[in-house]
Nanobody, 125 residues
C-alpha cells in the first residue's frame, strides 16, 4: 500500500485542521489505517486508528474528544479531523497501514508496514 498524507499547516491554539491520507496499490478491506505523530525530541506516538472493514475507531487518550478519524471507501482516503488544537499537538503526523491482526497490535506503530511521508502540524499558542 502506498500512502500520501497531506493537510498539515500552521494554526493557532483552538483552531481546527483536517489531515488526509490517500491510499493506493491495493484494496483496504481487512486493513488498519492509523495516524501517528512525532514531536521534536520525542518518540513517535499513536494518535488514532480505524479498522477499515468495520469502521471501528480507537484513539489515544490525549486526543479523545478532539480528534476524529474517518474514511471514504470510494476514495480510499482516510481523514483526521483535529479540533481544539493545542500547542502540544505540534508534530509531524504520519499515516500508516497494516493488515488487521486484531486489537493487540492496533496501537503499535512497529506493527505497521506502510507509511506515508508525514505532514507537519504546528500549533502556536
Amino acid at each position: 500500500v502506498q500512502l500520501q498524507a497531506s493537510g498539515g499547516g500552521l494554526v493557532q491554539a483552538g483552531d481546527s485542521l483536517r489531515l488526509s491520507c490517500a491510499a493506493s496499490g491495493r484494496a483496504l478491506r481487512g486493513y488498519n489505517m492509523g495516524w501517528f505523530r512525532q514531536a521534536p525530541g520525542k518518540e513517535r506516538e499513536f494518535v488514532a486508528v480505524i479498522r477499515w472493514s468495520s469502521g471501528h475507531t480507537y484513539y489515544a487518550d490525549s486526543v479523545k474528544g478532539r480528534f476524529t478519524i474517518s474514511r471514504d471507501n470510494a476514495k480510499d482516503t482516510m481523514y483526521l479531523q483535529m479540533n481544539s488544537l493545542k500547542s502540544e499537538d505540534t508534530a509531524v503526523y504520519y499515516c500508516a497501514a497494516k493488515p488487521d491482526r486484531g486489537l493487540p497490535t492496533i496501537r503499535n506503530g512497529n506493527s505497521y508496514n506502510s507509511w506515508g511521508q508525514g505532514t507537519l502540524v504546528t500549533v502556536s499558542s
